[in-house]
């Protein structure tokens, strides 16, 4: 991804840590649970784009073992560095600058990048080339057309209209697609890959739970360039913010969208 495009890059290296661990509390169990599904087992060979602090990275290692190898990419390996396992090698990539490998994966997964990608296609299909013939492609995206409020609240009004300009506003400034996971069904669908299959994953958030605690965080870094912009006001984001620690408050949450096929065996 480009570090222009990327909201979070120059924050604090702690703070950024914190926010991204506190996203991995409620997306890893998704993740894990449909690696499962699709089998990863022992003596694979995984590739995870865009590792971020590692969690996922760590689950397949454990599942491969000792016979297998987990490759983990991010633009910043700031956080990747902790990664001592044998079987986990990391690397310094950018998915729509660098190249991969080709057929050479049995594995290769990336949630939540793509979305920040300036070609996403691009970076798609150097995916797809890196998954070997009758390996698995996994990519999970979120979409956040889905954040609405409870109607019995009467903030509900409120905080479904603020949120969709909030996150127009986002991909109207090139700064990120905030609707990118619908997308994926069809940009997977046109690889050529078997067996694909296309599903989402819609939370019914609280207040005050650890999905609202990351979506608070995520949500003041990228409101204080919108408030700069002009785009977006202090007063709207003090409410957003209310609203997300509010143990009465519920809401629809983000989908997380993932899609994956099978590489054809030529």
Known sequence: MSEQRY???????????????????????????RLETLGVAEGWNCLEIGAGTGSVVEWLAKRVG??????ATDINI?????????????RQHDIVKDELE???????????VLQH?????????????????????????PDRGSLRGDLSSPSAAFFTTTLRAFYDAVSKGGRGDSYFGCRL????????????????YVPINRGCDSTSASA???????????????????????????????????????????????????
């Open 66 to 71: 000792q016979k297998g190898k987990v490759v």
């Open 7 to 33: 909201f979070f890059n120059n924050r604090p290296d702690e703070d950024e840590f914190k926010r991204l661990r506190s996203q991995e509390i409620f997306l890893d169990p998704i993740t894990f649970r």
């Open 185 to 200: 069904g069809s940009l997977v669908g046109k690889l050529g890959f078997n067996d694909t299959t296309y599903e989402g």
């Open 78 to 90: 700031r956080f990747l560095r902790q990664l001592t396992v044998p079987n986990i090698e990391v």
């Open 216 to 266: 608070a965080i995520t949500f003041e870094v990228i409101a204080k360039s919108l408030i700069s912009r002009g785009a977006f006001t202090q007063e709207e984001c003090d409410k957003i913010l209310q609203l997300y620690k509010d143990p009465s408050f519920y809401y629809v949450g983000t989908t997380l969208f993932s899609a994956w096929g099978r590489k054809p065996v030529k």
């Open 102 to 112: 080709t057929n050479k994966y049995d594995l290769v997964h990336c949630r939540c």
């Open 117 to 141: 990608v300036s070609e996403p296609e691009t970076g798609l299909r150097r995916m797809a080339n890196a998954v070997r013939p009758g390996g698995l492609l996994l990519i999970e995206e």
